[in-house]
């Protein structure tokens, strides 16, 4: 570890976290609540597809005014599909990065002599409480069921598929129950991985938020003992 230069460059870390911890708790309150809102939202939308009746659809015949919809809403599947990778691979990427650039801050690159990269405890270094923030924020996204999320979307996708590689074979037959009633399956499904995915988030932030705090009290009484 450079304990000079780390020394020489707390100062500078601690101011760096009194800006950083002005916006973060300003912002991290209303990730908090967007994300608990949304875990509602994906509730009451698999609560209406779970409950609702396709007897009606079974009844439609298919045409036109059948394709559009169907190839819109596979091109819309995939639209999300993609956007949610890239988000879910962005975030974790940003986060990563800034626990990263932190680490290199204050610890040598590489130890050659054990072969290993180093890292730096917060806790048991009593580091500024940016440090413990950026640690727990980059462990807790590991275990984001994110697999599980873009699995059911992607299962969505490869159903409506089917079903307008069917619609091009059969023409104007109504759709056959079994293959409407896995279509709901899979989207009652998509919505319980979506709630699932936004309690976690939610959690999360919860979760760092707290841990960031005991961590500031922790620090404030071992700068001033």
């Known amino acids: 570890m450079r304990i000079a230069q ?13 800006w950083f911890g002005y916006f973060f708790y300003r912002a991290w309150h209303r990730l908090t609540r967007m994300w608990a809102m949304m875990h509602e939202i994906h509730r009451v939308q698999q609560t209406i597809v779970s ?8 009844r439609s015949p298919r045409g036109e005014p059948y394709k559009q919809p ?11 599909y993609s956007s949610l990778t890239n988000w879910i691979a962005a975030y974790k990427c940003y986060v990563d990065g800034l626990h990263s ?3 290199k801050c204050v610890l040598q690159p ?3 002599t054990r072969g290993r990269r180093l890292t730096l405890s917060p806790r048991r270094h009593l580091a500024p409480p940016m440090f413990v923030l950026l640690d727990d924020w980059s462990s807790a996204i590991a275990s984001l069921p994110g697999e599980e999320t873009l699995g059911s979307i992607k299962n969505i996708m490869s159903d ?3 079903m307008f590689k069917n619609h091009q074979a059969e023409g104007n037959k109504p759709e056959t129950g ?6 709901q399956a899979g989207l009652a499904t998509m919505f319980d991985r979506l709630s699932k995915f936004s309690t976690a988030m939610s959690s999360l ?3 760092v938020k707290n841990s960031t705090e005991a961590a500031r009290e922790a620090y404030a009484v071992g700068r001033s003992g």
């Open 51 to 58: 409950s609702s009746d396709i007897v009606y659809v079974l």
């Open 160 to 162: 409506l598929k089917k």
């Open 178 to 183: 079994s293959k409407l009633a896995t279509l």
């Open 110 to 112: 590489y130890d050659h």
């Open 101 to 103: 650039w932190l680490q």
């Open 70 to 80: 169907l190839v819109n809403l596979v091109n819309e599947m995939g639209f999300f």
């Open 6 to 18: 780390t020394r020489s460059s707390l100062p500078l870390l601690v101011t760096s976290w009194h």
């Open 205 to 207: 932030s919860e979760s």
